[in-house]
């Protein structure tokens, strides 16, 4: 699904990823760790193609094609979507609105839309202006429910837990997984075997806290440290060794 | 000293116009009207059909050809049978305005040429707005009209007012008096829909004072040509608990010069004032003042300013706040810039191009919610800037 050969990015003038490697299969969740400023985002926004995130070697594969010179809007309608950790506000532009934008193409009823907010729990949201005076909770609810709509191929995923309290995790922990791993309940048309097989989305999340962890069936995580990616393992032994020894590990590893 | 007089606003040669022209007929109905100039009200908000509307008044250049009033509790007549009527209506005709302000106040008050007398009943809440239409439709016409709304205690009345010229006219002068009376826990609405042309030159002369426990709403769009605007709006706040809102939404092309700005003086305790105002141009200049004073307390203003740059063009916004007792709460915002790289972005990674992108931000910030306007003039609003998109931006 994604290939991402020996990427360099420079961020204002600074080089900031130098050299990753990193390849995620159809169908696969995976997990990046790391310390802050170690290059996460910086990777999420390159991968979403956005300005200032100036590549200036390796290239990005998405579903077989050369992405690295996309514009944005491409990329998306090419089925890459994403979470934003701090979504701009935009004053007169409804979230219900934004939300029938995001199903381009498919044009999904009014109906339809509520029908989808009610899963995050947004139906009060969706007559006021996207992401004004949003809490964190709410604002990952309501990408969320722009995800849905979008039904993207691709998840890139910054921080799910970030500014989120218990009960909201459940609620976020819960549709995130839903969107990678499609319905969780049987359906009369499909028996659960088959579901899984046509539904091939595939998620790459950042995380701190590995909150995430409880909710999505994660495949496969990796450290980013300095721009660099390195220990690579089963999510669940990274985080358990970060929470104990931090990144020291990964000082010697790089060093 | 004040920015606001170092602004330079373009000269108005009076003497170019035609103050002095025939009679038009009148019209039982405004279906009368031929297609195109329906098309022009439309597009200033007038509902020709006059459903939904509890009356209507239509002046045409020089003359009063409609006026009507359909629902109880309000009165809608010409200012000269009004004038008449009420043995020239010394407690308001020339009473909140200073006939001699400024030479378009003089020429006003030496031509009379018409405009509306609107008052409700003392109690009547006027549920369908009336709506009155100022429109030019001759060559080089003057068009010199006053206007008086009286909301008397405790009513509620929503004017709607479209200004358009015929499109067959390329240079026209307008001067418009306006005094707003409202009257003890009063409230007037007063939405107003600009739709001149590009050589149109247009001097509103606006003035309202409101009693104890009154409201003024004023809405301002303008969205389409007019070589130049200039007018200021003032409001008094002479009554404990009295409230007004001005909310603009100017739009300058290349070639237009809009100078649109509002002052709320708050007169007496708890009072509150707010203008609110956005503007963007694509080539032409808009400049912005707003004034709140600030003269008794508790008193409350706020004003806020946004203004983006499109392509090319001036705006220049001018907020000032005056307070003359300790105890008054004023602030204002204004911004002036683009449309963030930032919004745009986040729309392109939900897979809009970057012209659909920016054209859904400038939707937004034209949005005209905020205004509570009925359904069908947001409607006509939302596609004139649908229809003019292309051409603005």
């Known amino acids: 699904m994604l290939k991402i050969e020996d990427l360099h990015v420079h961020v204002g003038g600074k080089e900031v990823l130098k050299g990753i490697d990193l390849h995620i299969e159809e169908g696969e969740t995976f997990i990046l760790f790391g310390p802050n400023g170690s290059g996460k985002t910086t990777l999420l926004m390159t991968i979403m193609g956005f300005a200032g995130y100036e590549v200036t070697g390796g290239r990005i594969l998405f579903k077989g094609k050369d992405i690295t010179n996309l514009p944005t809007y491409e990329r998306a309608r090419m089925g890459i979507g994403m979470s934003f950790q701090r979504p701009p506000t935009i004053h007169g532009l409804k979230t219900r609105d934004l939300v029938q934008m995001c199903a381009r193409g498919r044009q999904i009823t009014e109906a339809e839309v509520e029908e989808l907010a009610r899963k995050v729990n947004f139906e009060n949201f969706l007559d006021r202006d996207i992401n004004d005076g949003f809490s964190g909770g709410e604002i990952k609810r309501s990408e969320l429910l722009q995800l849905m709509a979008q039904e993207p191929d691709l998840v890139l995923f910054d921080e799910p837990e970030s500014g989120v309290d218990l009960e909201n995790m459940a609620l976020i922990g819960k549709i995130a997984r839903a969107l990678l791993d499609g319905p969780l309940e049987p359906s009369p048309v499909a028996c659960m075997k088959e579901l899984k097989a046509r539904k091939k989305t595939s998620g790459l999340i950042i995380t701190h806290t590995g909150y995430i962890l409880d909710y999505v069936n994660a495949d496969r995580g990796q450290v980013m440290f300095h721009g660099r990616l390195c220990c690579q393992g089963r999510p669940r032994d990274i985080l358990d060794h970060i929470s104990k020894y931090g990144y020291k590990e990964c000082v010697r590893c790089l060093s | ?393």
């Open chain 2, 1 to 393: 000293m004040s920015e606001l007089k170092n602004v330079k606003i373009p000269q108005v040669d009076l003497s170019k116009y035609n103050f002095e022209q025939g009679e038009v007929p009148e019209l039982a109905d405004l279906r009368q009207l031929d297609v195109d100039d329906r098309a022009e009200l439309l597009m200033a908000g007038v509902d020709v059909e006059e459903e939904e509307r509890s009356g209507t008044f239509l002046q045409i250049d020089h003359s009063n050809v409609h006026c009507s009033s359909r629902g109880q509790g309000v009165e809608v007549l010409s200012i000269k049978k009004a004038l008449e009527k009420y043995n020239g209506l010394p407690e308001y005709y020339w009473q909140a305005m200073d006939k001699d302000k400024d030479e378009f106040t003089r020429a006003a008050a030496e031509k009379l040429h018409g405009g509306y007398f609107i008052r409700t009943a003392k109690g009547a809440k006027i549920e369908e707005p009336v709506q009155s239409c100022l429109f030019i439709k001759g060559q080089n016409v003057a068009q010199s009209v006053h206007n008086i709304v009286v909301v008397e205690e405790d009513s509620e009345v929503h004017i709607i007012t479209g200004c358009a010229t015929s499109h067959k006219v390329s240079s026209a002068l307008h001067l418009g008096i306006s005094e707003f009376y409202i009257k003890k826990g009063g409230k007037l609405t007063f939405t107003m829909v600009h739709n001149w042309g590009e050589e149109v030159s247009v001097r509103p002369r606006t003035v309202g004072i409101v009693e104890e426990r009154g409201v003024f709403v004023s809405n301002y769009i303008l969205l389409k040509p007019v070589k130049s605007v200039q007018s200021f709006p003032t409001i008094f706040l002479n009554g404990p608990g009295a409230v007004a809102r001005f909310n603009s939404i100017l739009v300058a092309p290349r070639g237009s010069y809009i100078n649109s700005g509002n002052k709320i003086v708050l007169n007496a305790p708890e009072t509150r004032g707010e203008i609110i105002s956005r503007a963007i141009t694509t080539g032409g200049t808009i400049i912005a003042p707003g004034v709140i004073e600030g003269n008794a307390v508790p008193a409350r203003g706020h004003l806020e300013c946004k203004g983006l740059i499109l392509n090319d063009g001036v705006i220049h916004a001018i907020p000032e706040l005056k307070g003359t007792k300790s105890g008054v709460e004023l602030s204002h915002e204004a911004a002036v810039g683009k449309i963030a790289q930032e919004e745009i972005e986040y729309l392109m990674a939900r897979g809009l191009d970057e012209d659909e992108a920016t054209s859904t931000i400038v939707r937004g910030f034209l949005n005209v919610d905020i205004m509570g306007l009925p359904r069908e003039l947001k409607e006509s609003i939302d596609q004139t800037i649908a229809e003019n998109e292309k051409e603005m931006f």
